[in-house]
């Protein structure tokens, strides 16, 4: 069945340094969304990328699908103490049905 | 309600007890789906409902998992005989998309707290 992978499993950095997360598809996707969850709460919807190679920015975060719409990435520029959390990208099973595979996540660290 | 409601927070089960998990989704939301997430891992797809429909199934893990949506609102996931695997959080979600046509932008979804069940 589809799969989809994140890497890195974890991330430390220094707070005001980067971070960068990767997303991979076994299959091609019509969409991709991407979620944030806070250590002890639950997934928060962040954006979601339909078109191929687009990109989308949310103030220091900047979002990407690939052209062949089976990878994406998330980008956090100068990372601050608020953005520690697991980042997860989840792809539909297919164009019509509405049950999404989410990817192992990515747990980002952010150090004062 | 403003959000996903989900009751209880935490569930403490012993081994072989049935447990009874309830999810409140968004009023009007059309679908409403279960994930498993076990510690440090993403979210596991259980199942899925249109309204009273479950239209799939397929993931939840054995016969011992049951849910429903009688009146196309409120849900319950429904573990009999738990044993210590099933211990994980338990999530709801609700979107407003509808099974049959293209997804479109902002088919988010919607995550209540979960539940976290803890069987001994």
């Known amino acids: 069945g589809q799969q989809v992978m994140q890497i890195p499993q974890y991330q430390h950095v220094q707070e005001g340094e980067d971070f960068t997360t990767y997303c991979n598809s076994s299959t091609t996707l019509s969409n991709i969304q991407w979620y944030k969850q806070r250590p002890g709460g639950h997934p928060v919807f962040l954006i979601q990328l339909v078109k191929s190679g687009e990109v989308k920015k949310q103030k220091r975060l900047t979002f990407q699908f690939g052209e062949a719409k089976k990878n994406s990435s998330l980008h956090i520029t100068a990372t601050q103490t608020t953005d520690v959390g697991t980042y997860f990208c989840a792809g539909p099973l297919d164009n019509y049905g509405q049950n999404f595979v989410f990817g192992p996540g990515t747990r980002l660290s952010v150090l004062p | 309600g403003a959000g996903v409601s989900q009751s209880p927070r935490y569930k403490v089960a012993k081994r072989g007890q049935d447990v009874a998990l309830r999810c409140d989704p968004i009023?009007?939301?059309?679908?409403l789906f279960w994930y498993q997430q076990a510690l440090g891992q993403g979210p596991e797809f259980l199942t899925y409902f249109q309204n009273e429909a479950q239209l799939d199934k397929s993931g939840l893990p054995s016969d011992r998992f049951f849910a429903e949506r009688p009146e196309g609102s409120v849900s319950t996931l429904k573990i009999q005989r738990t044993q210590q695997e099933d211990s994980a959080v338990y999530l709801c979600a609700s979107s407003q998309s509808r099974q049959g046509r293209l997804l479109t932008a902002n088919e988010k979804l919607f995550f209540g707290s979960g539940t976290q069940l803890s069987v001994l």
């Open positions: 009023s009007g939301h059309v679908s």
